[in-house]
């Protein structure tokens, strides 16, 4: 779109190119669950202001050379001297620019302590592990055993936090940007990130490195509550998995084990003991599935089972679409019934 039109030694600015200002802050929208500009964590909210000062610093500058602009263009003046030319030079194109870029380097940096520094000793930490495209998630538990968990994360609101990060394949990036800025989650360091919740909600995190194929399919939520509903869900999630009642999920449980699920998952309270994949104890009190694309449904369950590759391409997860609907369906019951 042509921000004017020349007829004659004459500039005419076109109306409808202004309008494209305003209405691209409405269509980029400032809030939603996923977004930094809706904060609802103290490192969030520094990151939003710096976010703010940034955009006011940038808007000052663009109407100070957009009014020069107007000026030259729309004014007929006499010739200048060479030494108002040169003042104008050395203000508007050296003073300005040094002190408000200078401004709002040193109000950035000084944001930087309590954004990059380790969380005091005595904060409860959450160890998380991103690997190829989920995120293996342990909580200290009640009884000091870790509780492992997947792909969600709660939060006590008020309460600081320290992330301890890793990863078990290549580079990700561990991000919420409701809660706080991000941090790499890189092959055999420890990285930290502390935050503190200041409102209850559910947000949603995001990988924030490129890692592969379904890097963009590499999501998880996270629920911020009460405390006392915190601790009431650590103690739920810290305990075995309860045995199936219903019919379709006994043969589910059956299913589960005959066909090797065990080898790579683990559901606390039976035989199933392995470490590969995702701990699967309370799957179905999870938000979502596959980490954060599919609705916590047994529908979701089977698709996911029956077609993994098409669901999240490239995932180290084979389909058993192989297996017989009823089979299916039953494994989905069992799963979705694990609370
Ligand atoms: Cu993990 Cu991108």
Known sequence: MRAFRLSGNRVHFVPGWWLALPGTLVLASCS????SLAPAGREAEQIARLFWWMTAGAVAIWLAVAGLFFYAVRRRTEPRSERWGRLLIL???AVVPAVVLGGLL?????????????????TRTIAVDGAMWWWRVSYPGPDGRTVELANEIRLPVGEPVEFQLTSSDVIHSFWIPSLAGKRDMIPGRLTHLALTPVRTGVFRGQCAEYCGTSHALMSFDVVVVE??????????QAAPARAPVESLAISGQKQFLANGCGACHSVRGTPARGLIGP????????MS?????LP?????????????????????????????PEELQALAAYLEGLK
């Open 279 to 286: 701990d699967l104890t309370h799957v179905g009190s999870r």
């Open 289 to 293: 599935l596959g980490a954060g694309i």
């Open 91 to 93: 203000v508007g194109g």
């Open 227 to 236: 405390k006392e509903e915190f601790a009431a869900w650590l103690a739920q």
């Open 296 to 324: 916590n449904e047994p529908d979701a369950f089977l698709r996911w089972i029956a077609h993994t590759p098409t669901v999240k391409p490239e995932v180290h997860m084979p389909a058993f679409g192989m297996l017989p």
């Open 106 to 122: 040193a109000y950035g940096l000084s944001m930087m302590p309590p954004l990059v520094n380790r969380a005091p000793p005595g």
């Open 32 to 35: 939603g669950n996923q977004s």
